[in-house]
């Protein structure tokens, strides 16, 4: 069996990250996306479960301790974190598990996770960025303005990623994305065999 692989999707807050998994996660079959634990308030049309695992601080620090996560980070005041036993699962199984994840945590996944394959969202401009960040319309002035700050910073994280694709138009980023998972599923290093060519697979 080919060996599984954590696929990281990764970028600036507002880059479109959701959406782009949304849409990749309808073109790309056998993907599993992480669902991560939060201790942000669920928004009207997220379902406990589904989008996230909402949680209150005390537990996420209790997780924390007990060592559940793979990586954890605060984004904005709030924590957010992978469960370790879905990823390892995961590898066993030779799935593909996408990440969806703010660069701290892609910077702790890529260190402790040789089978990772970290790809960096960027947007088309920084004027972009920041209309979609103003966009949203859910937030105050003030949290707008840290947001915009922070995303500005995490652009210089690019450098350390295995792939850069820019989000123009949603359907060619995620049409980007799926193929370099074709071409890390052919990969030799990660177990890709001709048919029939021995071992458990042959
Ligand atoms: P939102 O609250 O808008 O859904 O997500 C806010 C940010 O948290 C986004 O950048 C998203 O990628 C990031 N995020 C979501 N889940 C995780 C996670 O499990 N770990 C980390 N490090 N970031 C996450």
Request: with cysteine; aromatic share 6%; net charge negative.
């Amino acid at each position: 069996m080919q060996e599984g692989l954590l696929l990281i999707i990764s970028g600036p807050s507002g880059v479109g990250k959701g959406t782009v998994c949304r849409h990749l996660m309808t073109i790309k079959e056998g993907l599993r996306l992480s669902v991560s634990t939060t201790t942000r308030l669920p928004r009207s049309e997220e379902k406990d479960g589904k989008e996230y695992f909402f949680t209150d601080e005390d537990n996420f620090k209790t997780m924390i301790e007990k060592g559940d996560f793979l990586e954890w980070a605060l984004v904005h005041d709030h924590y957010y974190g992978t469960s370790l036993d879905v990823a390892n699962e995961a590898i066993d199984r030779g799935e593909i598990l996408i990440l969806e994840i703010d660069v701290q945590g892609a910077a702790q996944v890529r260190q402790k996770e040789p089978y990772s394959v970290s790809i960096f969202l960027a947007p088309p401009s920084m004027e972009t960025l920041e209309n979609r960040i103003r966009g949203r319309g859910t937030e105050s002035d003030e949290k707008i303005e840290r947001r915009l700050t922070t995303a500005r910073q995490e652009m210089d994280s690019y450098i350390l990623y295995d792939y850069l694709v820019i989000n123009d138009k949603v359907e060619k980023a995620a049409a980007k994305i799926g193929a370099i998972i074709d071409a890390e599923k052919c990969k030799v290093s990660r177990g890709a065999k001709p048919p029939g060519w021995g071992g458990e697979d042959g």
